[in-house]
């Protein structure tokens, strides 16, 4: 089973997670969630001046495959 960062807990902040911690879930650099969130794959959610967010059901849904062969 693959281990998730402390802050990628889907019941922390109402599914919230920080961009770090999507990279985490993801295994992924950073950078690559700010260019999922810069071409739309991902929403961002901003809480106050600086703060992003991302929702994990959101990434989970972004990530699920469709059509394809086996549709």
């Known amino acids: ?12 902040e109402g599914g919230f997670i920080s961009v770090s911690a999507a990279a985490d879930y993801l295994n992924v650099d950073p950078r690559t969630i700010r260019n999922m969130l810069r071409d739309g794959r991902l929403k ?28």
């Open 44 to 71: 961002g959610y901003t809480l106050g001046h600086r703060t992003l967010r991302l929702r994990l059901s959101e990434i989970d849904a972004a990530l699920s495959p469709y059509g394809g062969a086996d549709a």
């Open 1 to 12: 089973m693959k281990q998730h960062h402390r802050n990628a807990d889907p019941t922390a």
